[in-house]
């Protein structure tokens, strides 16, 4: 038997598809339509194991889709602007553009190799100008809107890009790409108004049925929706400010109050404008991050006033009021009260300043004598030491009442609040879309008109400088409007804006008039089927579905407020991690195996330490380059392995045992393959028997069930047990017909997993226009099923026996089966219990 050449084969589909445009798509409202996305790639220069693992999902369905007869839409782009480009540009020496160019090239010949059902007429590129200039024209279109505003404000500021980061992207305390520890920075800065949807998106979650729960809870507890009550507190000192209002959603530890915790944005802070040791203070705060994550991590500092607060359900207590580095403008009022016991960042503030922390709340278990000491008690419980609220439980009926005595005294009210916060989308980098703005001498804002866009950036300059290199661009921020001079905005706008909307360029990629045409937008949206890292869950998700109802607020002609009916966020690809004496990452490729220890291969003296297995990084250089694979073992076995050995949604274990089983199991399918065609070719009369026919379509309806649910690693498990069934089958004679009509079928399941070899068999056996075979349902019924048997509880065996026999037949089939008839006594039988066709206990 000949070897299977995957490496002519591979080429020989590879250049078919392209030849042909087999995977071109058209608008067509007579078809039934399938949109199905992958998140697009930063073109970094090469693919790694994570693109192969999304991009392979995808294609198996979309290729499953397009068989069943959807017009399927499987595009593919890059999110071509971002900071990598710039600082590799400054690394190196070169221009962004061409880098990134290039990188896009090298990229898109790997993914080809893949062999991936894309339609690569409909490639975009979001750092290319027919893209972001209709970019730029949502940008102004919202600005109509009053969607997007300018202010003046404390930003997330990245001390190592030099750039402002959103809320999302500050991760611990520090920049998401960088790593370095965030500051705050206030800076002049564009938001789009997400703020504005906070109950829209949080509603919108509710009819999304097809996305994980796990990120529909991330995108809930990101919105925050908080039910609480706003309150005046009145204020006593020697500053003209006789209130501050403070919203909190645990009115009903007031009795517990213990300081007024103030921002250092907030308004009373101009009457201290002048104190050094304020100053010092304020300067101090400014190495925290404006993030709720970086301000829990980080520690709790304040700087006491003069001002005391009185607590409106207890007028006699007074407490001072502080301003503290964890109390953000952009919540509530800018203004928290304290209640050291029952929560924990305001037990620490507490311990700091020696602070009275006075229990209002005990656990249910526990006494009235019940009193916090080493930590906030933050549970429910009930209400004691507040005089008037006492035994009531909290915080299910406290916080209603407190809230009644508070409106009904006119010193506070029911409000609901939100954690979301609007999307700062400035950036101070050159490789970017850039802002479509211009300022006049005194500041005042003039949208570029839509006639002059694109806005594009300047070429060959000079990016080796301190700060925003297009702020010492002065030939190209000095332009000239209805013969006014005005300057550019110099800032450029968060990718995250990008990748906010590509999805619909997709639709109208060649559109030059509007980003997308209403009639593509109407036939392809929503995405039937997105697919992505579920470390998008907040970012990009949220942004993207902002979007839509950015685009359709005040629109008659868009109305789509979700971009993706179904979402699956597949798990990543993960490697042994590794360390050379001195510390450094390094690579497998770097490695040499010696009596079962590892060692480096340029000195193989030093030990090489293994760490455990985590998500492939180039920064710690576990990675495995996928065209390295594909040379050495095709794109089929590639695509086997990646689907093989976890759930999609679960993390993937990369062993090179793996792949080479991978390849072997295809080597073993092609001999299968010649087997089958042989017997085709010997042309028998008649049938041997009909098991081919049963198991066929028991195995179409396996493999259309885990394709329907995502459970592409038990199709690979069917691809198995259908090689041992035929590779024994085949034995036995069958005609031409019967093994033409099974075996074609079983073909077709597999060309989603395993296209080129797929094709390539269905060629021989010289099948045409195929499509995903259906499955006869009256042949899925089992001759023979298998019944437990327990006796007392216990499994004592399996009986088979026809389907739907009954009690006393099955009964009788014990009595007579020398196993079975040991383990009780006939005359001692006191109950009998019966799942029919699955279960007999018998208690005796």
């Known amino acids: 038997m000949s070897r299977y050449n995957f490496k002519s084969v591979e080429t020989k589909w590879q250049n078919y598809w392209e030849k042909n445009k087999s995977f071109k798509v058209k608008t067509d409202p ?88 894309i339609d690569w007429d409909r490639e975009i590129s979001t750092c290319n100008k027919d893209y972001y200039k209709h970019q730029q024209a949502f940008f102004l279109e919202l600005f109509e809107k009053k969607l997007v505003y300018r202010k003046e404000n404390y930003v997330n500021w990245d001390p190592v890009d030099e750039t402002v980061l959103a809320n999302e992207q500050v991760i611990d305390g520090k920049g998401w790409r960088s790593g370095a520890i965030v500051e705050r920075k206030k800076l002049s800065q564009w938001f789009f108004n997400i703020s504005k949807f906070s109950q829209e998106l949080l509603d919108g979650l509710e009819k999304l049925e097809s996305w994980p729960n796990k990120v529909k809870t991330m995108q809930k507890n990101w919105i925050g929706k908080s039910f609480g009550c706003e309150i005046d507190f009145k204020i006593e000192g020697d500053l003209p400010i006789k209130n501050i209002k403070c919203f909190t959603t645990r009115p009903d530890t007031l009795f517990g109050f213990s300081f007024l915790a103030l921002s250092i944005d907030h308004e009373v802070s101009k009457f201290f404008s002048d104190n050094k040791d304020f100053l010092r203070f304020k300067n101090e705060c400014s190495k925290t991050g404006t993030t709720e994550e970086a301000i829990a991590v980080g520690d709790k500092i304040g700087f006491k006033t003069n001002l005391e607060a009185v607590n409106p359900l207890n007028p006699k207590q007074k407490v001072p009021v502080y301003f503290a580095n964890f109390v953000l403008m952009d919540y509530g009022f800018g203004a928290v009260f304290g209640c050291p016991a029952h929560d924990q960042r305001d037990f620490d503030f507490a311990k700091k300043y020696n602070l009275e922390i006075k229990t209002v709340v005990r656990p249910i278990d526990e006494d009235e004598k019940f009193t916090v000491s080493d930590e906030a008690y933050p549970g429910p419980g009930i209400i004691i030491n507040s005089d008037f609220l006492n035994g009531l439980s909290a915080p299910e009926n406290s916080i209603l009442e407190t809230i009644k005595i508070l409106e009904k005294k006119k010193l506070g009210k029911k409000q609901i609040n939100f954690r979301l916060k609007d999307w700062g989308v400035s950036r101070q980098r050159y490789w970017g879309c850039p802002i479509p703005i211009a300022y006049d001498e005194n500041g005042k804002v003039y949208p570029i008109p839509k006639s002059m866009l694109p806005v594009e950036l300047p070429e060959n300059i000079n990016l080796n400088i301190k700060g925003n290199p297009l702020d010492s661009q002065n030939n190209w921020r000095e332009i000239n409007i209805n013969g006014k001079k005005l300057f550019r905005e110099t800032d450029t706008l968060d990718t995250f804006v990008c990748s906010s909307w590509y999805y619909l360029r997709f639709c109208s990629p060649t559109e030059t008039k509007y980003g997308f045409k209403k009639e593509d937008i109407d036939y392809w949206m929503p995405v039937d089927q997105y697919i992505g890292g579920v470390e998008h869950a907040i970012l990009h998700l949220l942004y993207s579905r902002f979007f839509m109802q950015a685009l359709s607020h005040d629109n008659n002609n868009f109305n789509i407020l979700e971009p993706f009916s179904g979402l699956f966020t597949q798990g990543m690809v993960c490697h042994e991690t590794y360390k050379d004496p001195d510390n450094n990452w390094i690579s497998p490729d770097e490695i040499e195996n010696i009596n079962g220890k590892k060692y480096l291969k340029k000195d193989k003296s030093k030990l090489v330490s293994v760490g455990p297995s985590e998500s492939m990084s180039k920064s710690k250089k576990n990675t495995i380059d996928p065209e390295n694979i594909i040379s050495n073992y095709g794109a089929d076995s590639a695509r086997l392995f990646i689907l093989s050995d976890s759930p999609p949604e ?102 989603p997993i395993l296209p080129h070899f797929a094709n390539e068999c269905l060629s021989i056996i010289k099948a045409k226009n195929f499509k995903w075979p259906e499955y006869d349902v009256s042949m899925l019924k089992e001759d023979n099923i298998n019944i437990v048997i327990q006796i007392n509880g216990k499994k004592r065996g399996l009986i088979q026996a026809k389907p739907n026999i009954s009690e006393e037949k099955l009964l009788e089939i014990i009595k007579n089966d020398e196993k079975m008839v040991k383990y009780f006594n006939q005359k001692n039988i006191k109950k009998k219990i019966y799942i029919k066709d699955k279960l007999l206990n018998i208690i005796s």
């Open 30 to 117: 007579s078809k039934k339509k399938f949109y199905c996305l992958e998140m697009f790639p930063y073109p970094s220069g090469k693919i790694h194991m994570g693109h192969v693992r999304n991009y392979t999902i995808g294609d198996v369905l979309a290729r499953y889709k397009s068989l069943q007869g959807y017009n399927v839409l499987h595009p593919m782009g890059w999110d071509s602007f971002g900071m990598p480009a710039e600082n590799a540009a400054k690394q190196n020496n070169l221009d962004p553009k061409k880098w990134t160019e290039t990188n896009v090239l090298n990229m898109r010949t790997q993914l080809k190799k893949l062999g991936l059902s």
């Open 650 to 751: 679960k993390d993937v274990q990369w062993s090179e045992e793996g792949i080479i089983s991978s390849f072997k199991f295809i080597q073993k399918l092609w001999k299968l393959n010649e087997k089958v065609v042989s017997e085709i070719n010997k042309n028998h009369n008649s049938d041997f028997d009909d098991e081919i026919v049963k198991y066929t379509n028991k195995y179409l309806k396996r493999v259309h069930d885990n394709l329907e649910s995502f459970s592409y690693n038990k199709i690979i498990a069917n691809l198995y047990e259908m090689y041992s069934f035929l590779n024994k089958q085949i034995e036995k004679t069958y005609s031409k017909q019967t093994l033409v009509e099974n075996y074609k079928k079983i073909l077709i399941t597999m060309t």
